[in-house]
């Protein structure tokens, strides 16, 4: 299958540098930047059609974009939007966080759609 094109919002970004910065801190930077790699190889995987993901609204609430998903990577989730041209990373969530309520809340808020 081929690629497609994927593109991370502001949220998405800054989430992967906080991610980064305490992965630094706390385990050092080896393991940052290959836990970084990880999550853009998720990512990569999630765009080609290789990765499973769920939708959203099965989760949360059936008002929410139908083409919102999450998967997990790692100690995190990453939550996009599949849209037939590219994939939109919107936010990457730890697996300690509230996943149903920020993603209701990505709903309230509206999406970046790039």
């Known amino acids: 299958m081929t690629a497609r094109p994927w593109v991370l ?15 630094v801190e706390t385990f050092g930077r080896r393991q940052a930047d290959a836990y970084a ?3 853009i190889e998720k990512c990569q995987a999630l765009a080609q059609g ?25 100690q995190h989730y990453v939550v996009f939007i599949d849209a037939p041209d590219r994939m939109i990373v919107v936010d990457f969530l730890h697996i300690r966080m509230d996943l149903p309520a ?6 309230d808020n509206g999406q970046d759609r790039g």
Do not use: K, M, Y
């Open 37 to 39: 790699e990880d999550l």
């Open 102 to 107: 920020r993603l209701a809340a990505l709903g």
């Open 9 to 23: 919002t502001q949220q998405a970004q800054a989430a992967l540098r906080d991610i980064a910065a305490w992965t």
């Open 50 to 74: 290789q990765a499973a993901s769920r939708d959203c609204r099965r989760l949360v609430d059936p008002a929410l974009p139908e083409d919102l998903r999450f998967a997990r990577a790692g």
